[in-house]
């Protein structure tokens, strides 16, 4: 295996090495207790008896009932079933959803699907920084809106969104809020979360890859998203992850412990890569710096170069960072994310996602301030 070991991983918004702590409680599920949890015997039992502690665990790190609460193979499953399932099954109340802008693909293909169904969509802009405003959601909405889409912070700027102000205009007019919390999830706290619905991944949250959540809160209908057996009171069919849903519940039980000591830590970092980024190259710009972010993101334009270019020489060089969201970096579109901004085609083309964890450390920065040097030195030759 190549070794990592001098590398810089600056990509933590992709995805978060998973927690030692949390590898060793999803051993035992992985190995030893390998039953399907839909067993009736006690090899089943066994694991069915871990996937409830996990969900136990989960509701009372969220604030939510366990029944509410739906494992997934993803946050994209997650958003998918929350999305798709709640406007289809609730028909009846319109057939109109309004959904953000700068929201991953999850959501925006999902409300998309939607139109195949005779949905129609409006997306709502945000601000200069990236902010979505309560009042520009009121705008869009109509007597026929179903559902609003909002995603709790951006994945590619870290901006963090006004939900609980954007939730009471949602319940005023009596529509549903989905909220996709797939960045923020163990990061800010997340009890009594303000939403209908919210959808959650563990390699965010230094968890395992292929397990999510949704939250559909009690009393709410939605129609299930893909056809199989009971599992999930038969919403969401398929043999329960049993080490992903322990390994996901551990992870958000630590994640959320620590929130604080992590978010000081990380977001001290980040603040120094900016000042240093900022003092030493001409011609950067910070992305959303303007608003409340998340910790750990630093989206930031480097004038006259292309993105993708310093992410590759970066990638020479030992740093791991993005042009933006994963499963859309190496795709040439520009971000739609940072081109709903309202920002110029230059800016946007030119801008490279950085993401902090808890593994970094100031060395890190200032090294990566240097390597960026060079390379953009190299680019605008
Ligand atoms: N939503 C947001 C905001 C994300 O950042 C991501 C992943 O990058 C997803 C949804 C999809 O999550 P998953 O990778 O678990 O499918």
């Known amino acids: 295996m190549p070794s990592q070991s001098k590398k810089i991983y600056l990509d933590h918004a992709a995805t978060t090495p998973l927690d030692g702590g949390v590898f060793n409680c999803m051993l035992p599920y992985l190995r030893e207790v390998f039953g399907n949890a839909s067993s009736q015997h006690s090899f089943g039992r066994e694991a069915a008896n871990a996937v409830t502690s996990a969900r136990d665990k989960m509701a009372v790190a969220l604030g939510i009932s366990p029944g509410e609460l739906y494992f997934t193979g993803c946050g994209t499953e997650a958003d998918n079933l929350g999305i798709k399932g709640i406007a289809l099954a609730n028909a009846d ?5 309004v959904v953000s802008a700068i929201e991953h693909p999850a959501v925006i293909e999902s409300a998309k699907d939607l139109t195949n169904f005779g949905y129609e969509v409006t997306f709502v802009s945000p601000d200069g920084e990236g902010v979505i405003s309560a009042e520009a959601v009121k705008e869009a909405m109509r007597p026929d809106t179903v559902l609003v889409a909002v995603m709790s912070a951006n994945n590619e700027t870290g901006v963090i969104q006004p939900i609980e ?4 205009v ?6 549903y809020l989905w909220c996709d919390c797939v960045q923020s999830a163990g990061v800010l706290p997340m009890s009594r979360f303000p939403a209908d619905g919210f959808a959650l991944s563990a390699h965010k949250f230094y968890g395992p890859k292929g397990v999510g959540a ?7 209908k939605f129609s299930r998203q893909h056809s199989g057996g009971h599992q999930e009171k038969g919403m969401r069919g398929g ?14 039980e630590l994640s959320l412990e620590r929130t604080a000591e992590d978010g000081a830590r990380i977001a001290a970092l980040r603040d120094e890569f900016e000042r240093q980024v900022l003092s ?16 750990s993101h630093s989206n930031i334009s480097f004038e ?4 993708q270019n310093i992410v590759f020489l970066l990638d020479l060089n030992g740093v791991a960072a993005s042009t933006g969201a994963a499963c859309s970096s190496g795709a040439t579109t520009p971000s739609h994310v940072l081109s709903s901004m309202g920002l110029g085609e230059e800016r946007v ?6 993401s902090f964890g808890r593994n970094n450390t100031v060395e890190e920065v200032t090294r990566t301030v240097r390597i960026l040097k060079k390379v953009i030195s190299a680019i605008r030759g």
Request: with cysteine; net charge positive.
């Open 170 to 175: 949602v319940k005023a007019h009596g529509v």
């Open 239 to 252: 043999t329960t992850n049993t080490p992903g849903v322990v390994g996901m519940a551990q992870a958000l």
């Open 214 to 220: 949704a939250c559909i809160k009690k009393g709410i």
């Open 349 to 354: 083309k030119s801008a490279v996602r950085f």
């Open 304 to 307: 006259g170069c292309e993105g």
């Open 93 to 97: 109340r319109g057939r109109h959803i």
């Open 280 to 295: 030493h190259i001409d011609g950067a710009a910070v992305n959303g710096g303007g608003a409340q972010r998340l910790p």
């Open 165 to 168: 102000g954007i939730y009471n």
